[in-house]
T-cell receptor, first 111, second 114 residues
Framework: DQQVKQNSPSLSVQEGRISILNCDYTNSMFDYFLWYKKYPAEGPTFLISISSIKDKNEDGRFTVFLNKSAKHLSLHIVPSQPGDSAVYFCAASYTGNQFYFGTGTSLTVIP | EAQVTQNPRYLITVTGKKLTVTCSQNMNHEYMSWYRQDPGLGLRQIYYSMNVEVTDKGDVPEGYKVSRKEKRNFPLILESPSPNQTSLYFC?????????????FGPGTRLTVL
C-alpha cells in the first residue's frame, strides 16, 4: 500500500511561472519529508526537506509547504526555469532509516 | 569527486542465475541503501545499512540479500533472479542515518531478467 502518493504524473508550466507539485501521505507518524529531483539516466538528487515541526521551508526558488492536518505537502518552484524539467519525487520517513517515496511527477517547463 | 558508483550499469540475465550489483561510495558515509524504481510504483526501498555489519529490511526485501563488510561497499545480491525483479536499481548513501541526512544516489543499474 502506497503510503506516499503523488497523484499528478505530469505537469507542464510556462517558463517564469510558478510550478506546484503535490504530495499526500497516509502515515501520521512520518516526521520528515524530502523532495528529490531526477533527470533521465541519472540518480535522484536531493532538493529540499522539511521537518514535521515546521510548516514551511524555503531555499532559493524552492519552497516546501507542509499541512499536517491534511497530510499534504507541496513543492513550489518560482520562477520555473527550463532546467527544472525533471521528475520530482517526494519522500517521507519516521525512523530515519526507512524512506517511502511517491511515484513521481514529471515537470516540463516550456520556454 | 565525491560519488556513489554502481556496476554494472546495464545487465540482462536469465531466471535463476545468481548476480551481484556492486555499490561503492567514497564519502565515508555511514548509511547506505538500495532502492528499485518501477513504473507507477516510484522508488521502493529494498534494504538499508546503518553501518558496517548492520543491515535491515526495507519495504520490498524479498528475493534480495545484502552485506556490509566494509564501510564503502554495499553489494546487492540476487540469489535466484526472477522476471519480476526486472527493474531500475539505485544505491544511495548518506553521512549518517537519520531522516535529515540527504541521500546521494548512484546513477542506477538497469536489470532485465528473462
Amino acid at each position: 500500500d502506497q503510503q506516499v502518493k503523488q497523484n499528478s504524473p505530469s505537469l507542464s508550466v510556462q517558463e517564469g511561472r510558478i510550478s506546484i507539485l503535490n504530495c499526500d501521505y497516509t502515515n501520521s507518524m512520518f516526521d520528515y519529508f524530502l523532495w528529490y529531483k531526477k533527470y533521465p539516466a541519472e540518480g535522484p538528487t536531493f532538493l529540499i526537506s522539511i521537518s514535521s515541526i515546521k510548516d514551511k521551508n524555503e531555499d532559493g526558488r524552492f519552497t516546501v509547504f507542509l499541512n499536517k492536518s491534511a497530510k499534504h505537502l507541496s513543492l513550489h518552484i518560482v520562477p520555473s526555469q527550463p532546467g527544472d524539467s525533471a521528475v520530482y519525487f517526494c519522500a517521507a520517513s519516521y525512523t530515519g532509516n526507512q524512506f517511502y517515496f511517491g511515484t513521481g511527477t514529471s515537470l516540463t517547463v516550456i520556454p | 569527486e565525491a560519488q556513489v558508483t554502481q556496476n554494472p550499469r546495464y545487465l540482462i540475465t536469465v531466471t535463476g542465475k545468481k548476480l551481484t550489483v556492486t555499490c561503492s561510495q567514497n564519502m565515508n558515509h555511514e548509511y547506505m541503501s538500495w532502492y528499485r524504481q518501477d513504473p507507477g510504483l516510484g522508488l521502493r526501498q529494498i534494504y538499508y545499512s546503518m553501518n558496517v555489519e548492520v543491515t535491515d529490511k526495507g519495504d520490498v526485501p524479498e528475493g534480495y540479500k545484502v552485506s556490509r563488510k566494509e564501510k564503502r561497499n554495499f553489494p546487492l545480491i540476487l540469489e535466484s533472479p526472477s522476471p519480476n525483479q526486472t527493474s531500475l536499481y539505485f544505491c544511495a548513501s548518506s553521512l549518517l542515518s537519520g531522516s535529515w541526512n540527504e541521500q546521494f544516489f548512484g546513477p542506477g543499474t538497469r536489470l532485465t531478467v528473462l
